[in-house]
């Protein structure tokens, strides 16, 4: 036959077992990025900054008069 000599499948190919932890990372961040870019898409929420005269918080500038 194929001179296998007792292998099924695969043609002598041999196992990787599990992938390694960078290949992982790599998929889960193009997967979040994929995801977040179909969802923006999608809402297209608006992600414009404030100006910085409003982002001064509790201490802006109208409360140095007092």
Same mark, same amino acid.
């Given at each position: 036959?194929?001179?296998?000599?007792?292998?099924?499948?695969g043609?002598?190919?041999?196992?990787?077992?599990?992938? &390694?932890?960078?290949? &992982?990372? =790599?998929? =889960?961040?193009?997967?979040?990025?994929?995801?977040a &870019?179909?969802?923006?898409?999608?809402?297209?929420?608006?992600?414009?900054?404030?100006?910085?005269?409003?982002?001064?918080? =509790?201490?802006? &500038?109208?409360?140095?008069?007092?």
């Amino acid at each position: 036959m194929n001179g296998g000599g007792g292998k099924k499948f695969g043609g002598g190919r041999v196992p990787t077992g599990t992938p &390694s932890l960078a290949w &992982s990372s =790599v998929v =889960v961040v193009v997967s979040l990025l994929a995801g977040a &870019s179909i969802v923006h898409n999608i809402y297209k929420p608006d992600m414009t900054l404030p100006p910085v005269e409003a982002a001064d918080g =509790v201490g802006g &500038s109208n409360q140095k008069g007092k």
